[in-house]
């Protein structure tokens, strides 16, 4: 699962008011070349979205957001999420996701927190919030952790993306920087210039 992550490159994370609002992220997203798709919890009886939408574009990668508890876990993952994501480590969510063989990727803050969480048999570290440490923090940790697969979620946008990749990150995580407009047009374009920029930076090397 982890070469889908890195395939893929970007994973969108939508937060929303209602199921209208983020189907049409998805859609704006999906269509911009973004086919990792974070469905969080934020968004009301999420899981029943998560179903819905996961049936109607069978091109998204779909995972949960914001898991905080191992029901969350079990109710994204029976919905049919492909991956769960969390702001921090949960040893509840980190064990219904091994059970359900489902890839888990906890939030971590510090080196010790990755080192737990890798521990733990996941493969992929969410580090958030991103913008607190910037793309050079990346680099430390890879250091003395060179096999370490991270994850930035929060601080990343189109003119920092390929500076975060050159430090070594495995995929990004992208929220208000692909969000904020709430308009369709502007979110489709920015998630191509997204996908375009991954994919130069991958040419290059």
């Not at 109710?75 to 980190?94: H, K, M």
């Not at 697969?149 to 995929?171: A, H, L, R, S, Y």
Request: with cysteine; aromatic share 8%; proline share 4%.
């Amino acid at each position: 699962m982890i070469n889908k992550f890195r395939e893929l490159g970007i994973v969108a994370v939508i937060r929303a008011n209602n199921h209208e609002e983020a189907e049409e992220y998805v859609k704006a997203t999906l269509e911009g070349g973004i086919k990792a798709i974070e469905l969080t919890y934020s968004i009301p009886n999420m899981p029943e979205l998560l179903k819905k939408l996961k049936e109607k574009y069978k091109d998204g990668f779909f995972g949960a957001g914001s898991v905080l508890n191992a029901k969350m876990a079990i109710d994204a993952i029976d919905a049919g999420a492909e991956y769960i994501v969390s702001p921090g480590y949960s040893q509840g969510v980190n064990d219904v996701c091994k059970e359900r063989e489902i890839t888990y990727s906890p939030g971590c803050m510090t080196i010790s927190e990755m080192m737990i969480a890798m521990d733990n048999g996941n493969e992929l570290v969410k580090m958030f919030p991103g913008n607190l440490f910037g793309p050079s923090f990346v680099k430390a940790v890879k250091a003395p952790i060179p096999n370490i697969n991270i994850m930035p979620t929060g601080g990343v946008d189109v003119n920092n993306v390929q500076e975060w990749f050159k430090n070594g990150v495995t995929c990004v995580g992208v929220g208000s920087s692909l969000l904020a407009s709430k308009d369709y047009e502007t979110i489709k374009n920015l998630a191509r210039e997204f996908v375009v920029k991954i994919d130069e930076y991958k040419k290059s090397c």
